[in-house]
């Protein structure tokens, strides 16, 4: 399968789940274990500009806000953004969404001190077209912050996208964060330095092998 035919397939996905997908996702649970993971590893003194690259329901993008920075956000799900939207009304917090492709957003190159991809590398067909188009939108010294796991271990994290579909996606499995290291170094950025240890266990239950990783532009 061509790559615009699996991003098209993954847009029209995550559009069917948006309206329930709030009600299942551990990160609302855990919502502010996350928030204390993020607000560390942006180790951010003031307000900085962040986007949040494949947003969702906007999760991050709303904590990011909420830690008092100014948010842009995109997602290629109609539907997904349309949730992300009415949560950030629903919550007061002032987020930018664009729906765009992170590859194709209209975000100026360099406007960014931070970029964060939480669960977004695994469904990509282009992951590393993702991160170096993150790389591109930060400043220098900005940080990139990665989040993902090892979904292939527990059931009841492996995608139920149509079998061609997933077949066509480099890291359907999920990621380790030894290859995300090795993916974000090949991206341009500089050592990267982990954060997932600040939670007192895995957030997903089951506890899936998950990571989340900050790293440099230099
Ligand atoms: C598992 S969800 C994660 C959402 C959010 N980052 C979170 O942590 O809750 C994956 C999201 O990536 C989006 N997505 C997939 N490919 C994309 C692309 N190329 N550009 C922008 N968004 C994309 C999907 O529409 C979906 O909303």
Redesign the pocket.
Known sequence: MKAAEA?TQ??D???R??PA?DGV?S?VAQASLWRDVLAAAFEAQEAKDVV??????????LIAASLGHRVRA????E???AAARWAAEASGLDVTFEH??????SFAPGSADIA?????L?????PM??LRKAYLLLRAGGLVLV?DGLWSVAAQYRSTYPGALAASLPRHDGLTEDEARLMLSDAGFGLARSWQHLFPASPYPGDVPMFVLTASKG
């Open positions: 991003q993954v847009s996905y995550w559009t789940r948006a997908f996702a990160h949040d690259l494949g947003t969702g329901t906007g999760a991050c993008a995109c997602d290629g799900s539907g997904m953004l765009a492709l992170i590859e194709e957003v964060t991809l939480r669960n977004v695994w469904t990509l067909p282009e077209a993702a989040s």
